[in-house]
């Protein structure tokens, strides 16, 4: 298989000539901060603390990550639970998410029944309202329902983000109405069309929707909801041994932004794979 | 007059009848929406309405809430000198930023996707790379530090062009540019990945038909097939654009501080912040978010209007 693709006949040569320039140019921009996060993980203690910071490090070192293992052995609650937890929620929640905002999104897209597009439009709507002020309510409601204190606090409202119904939602519109009643007129029920036809037709919004929900549950420190220490979330683990020493862990501060940052990244670099690979030759459209 | 009447009333049962009807015609539907239905009024729609709530009261968190009618929004309105400041600031980063990260997103996802595969994936990762490590604060925040040891002065200076130390991020007149220029960089967030996953299932067949009718160069194919074939992901992205540009306030606190000089870049969030979390004045703060809240919708209803026109 080759790897460059064929190209395009109404495609100029000065064109492409352009897009390879401006896409190298801002690029090599928008790379910076993601280079400066790997690089500054390695220095050691007196190059962090240089001035002015130099993007690349000099004599690179394993001493930051080795601290932060040492550190992580002397918590109270075993490390590896805060792991497990983080792990919990980021799973839980995902796969949730998917499946429950999913489900509504087919029907609000494929079908129209009474009070289908008024409820789409609050969910749309609801995306804007600032978060700040609905702390405080949100917080009343999972108490009366005695979620705080569980792992319940983050998952369960993880699987109602109008984010991800919305995602899914704009992807299923484009699939056309007659290969749903195809399959019907196969036999095939509501719940088979789903799984069957339409998840595997939005594959690159489902992968979507799996980075955005990971990279919110995996972040969460979720202090305010959850206080039981062996609950507590990894992000809020590794901030406390950050904050315990605050100019000698600078190193162990910058293993740490890349540790939380490496399962989103490597999520991410597979998924999009995906997306490209799978989707490259074939649309949806009939 | 009363068979007119009589006429209506027989319309609306009708109408009624054929809604239940139809009701218990899409049980399967109702079935699927009903788990996201329970949970989104249950977290999302019930603390948006006490919220709402909340405006009408002074609550300081402590007390139970007490209703005072619109005197928040009096006071907000007529009273508060720096949230008129804030609405100015933020109208005008979203004015500027909403638009041009919209379009950036889009730019960006439509020139990766020219690339041959392998190549893209690469470019997916480096363009999405702000959003996901965060550390984008910090080297603006270096950037244009005012001491000598800023990139930006540095530059000027070696450039013959100036070799005055410029406060950057203290001085009114620049802190603006600065914070227009930090958010454009970390703009290609969720609206850049659902273009660059809505262009993958525009299907290869239209492209092809597109060249035997004659579609001559990349933007009329842009224009006539692309773009018409993207009109859902292009709405997702625009809701985005317009949340995250009337919601800057991270980006204005992290960088030129909180509060910054003379609130140049103070933003609508970014008072609401200091109302709800450090005054305590959770229904001043509420206030604010609903006022915030009416805007967005507004513009959200033209920015539909809009792409309605797109590919005509």
């Given amino acids: 298989m080759s790897i460059l693709k064929k190209r395009k006949p109404n495609r100029s040569r000065a064109g492409d000539f352009g897009v390879y320039f401006i896409l190298i140019i801002f690029g090599t921009f928008f790379l910076i901060p993601l280079l400066f996060a790997i690089n500054n993980a390695f220095k050691p203690l007196d190059e962090i603390f240089l001035f002015p910071p130099e993007l690349f490090v000099n004599k690179p070192t394993m001493d930051n990550f080795a601290d932060l293992f040492v550190l992580m052995g002397k918590t109270w609650v075993p490390f590896s639970r805060y792991i497990f937890n983080t792990v919990f929620i980021t799973v839980v929640g995902t796969g949730g998410h998917l499946l429950v905002a999913s489900m509504a999104a087919y029907v609000l897209s494929k079908y129209r029944f009474p009070g289908s597009r008024f409820f789409f439009n609050v969910v749309v709507t609801a995306l804007m309202f600032s978060g700040y002020v609905t702390q405080i309510p949100n917080y009343l409601i999972m108490s009366k329902l005695h979620m705080i204190d569980t792992y319940w606090a983050v998952v369960i409202p993880a699987f109602a983000a109008p984010l991800g119904l919305f995602l899914m939602k704009q992807f299923m519109e484009q699939i056309p109405m007659t290969l749903i009643e195809a399959a019907k007129v196969d036999g095939a029920k509501e719940g088979r069309i789903f799984i069957q036809v339409v998840m595997p037709l939005v594959k690159p919004a489902t992968l979507t929707l799996c980075i955005f929900s990971i990279q919110n549950l995996w972040n969460q420190r979720a202090s305010n909801l959850i206080y039981a220490e062996e609950l507590k979330t990894l992000p809020y683990a590794l901030s406390q041994i950050v904050s315990g020493g605050q100019v000698a862990r600078a190193g162990v501060s910058a293993a740490v932004t890349l540790f939380i940052m490496i399962v989103p990244l490597l999520f991410f670099v597979l998924a999009q794979n995906n997306i490209i690979e799978t989707m490259a030759s074939s649309g949806i459209k009939e | ?312």
């Avoid at chain 2, 018409?228 to 985005?240: C, R, S």
């Avoid at chain 2, 033209?302 to 792409?307: E, I, M, P, S």
Wanted: hydrophobic share 50%; glycine share 6%; with cysteine.
């Fill in chain 2, 1 to 312: 007059m009363s068979s007119n009447y009589d006429n209506w009333k027989i319309r609306k049962k009708r109408e009624a009848l054929y809604t239940l009807k139809s009701i218990g015609k899409h049980k399967v539907q109702y079935a699927f929406l009903a788990p996201y239905a329970i949970l989104f009024i249950l977290f999302f729609i019930a603390p948006v309405v006490v919220s709402i709530f909340y405006s009408f009261t002074y609550y300081n968190v402590l007390n139970p809430p007490q209703f005072i009618g619109l005197t928040n929004y009096i006071n907000l309105l007529l009273a508060d000198d720096i949230f008129l400041i804030s609405i100015q600031n933020t109208f005008m980063f979203a004015v500027i930023t909403g638009p041009l990260g919209y379009m950036m997103s889009f730019l960006f996802a439509w020139l990766i996707h020219e690339l041959p595969r392998f190549l893209r994936s690469v470019m997916v990762l480096i363009f999405y790379a702000p959003t996901i490590s965060g550390q984008v604060y910090m080297i603006f925040a270096t950037l244009f530090s005012s001491d000598s040891y800023g990139w930006a002065n540095a530059l000027l200076t070696n450039l013959g062009i100036s070799s005055k130390t410029i406060y950057w991020l203290t001085d009114p007149k620049y802190m603006k540019v600065v914070i227009i220029i930090a958010i454009l960089w970390t703009s290609l967030g969720s609206g850049f990945l659902s273009f660059i996953a809505g262009l993958q299932t525009v299907s290869e067949d239209q492209y092809e038909a597109g060249y035997v009718d004659g579609i001559k160069n990349r933007w009329q194919e842009l224009w006539y097939i692309t773009l018409p074939n993207m009109k859902p992901m292009l709405m997702f992205g625009a809701v985005m654009a317009i949340t995250q540009s009337f919601g800057i306030a991270e980006v204005t606190m992290q960088l030129c501080g909180f509060p910054s000089t003379d609130y140049a870049t103070r933003t609508v969030v970014e008072h609401l912040i200091d109302y709800g979390a450090y005054r305590f004045d959770m229904g001043y703060a509420s206030a604010i978010a609903t006022l915030l809240f009416l805007v967005m919708i507004l513009s959200k209803k033209g920015v539909n209007a809009l792409l309605n026109k797109v590919g005509t």
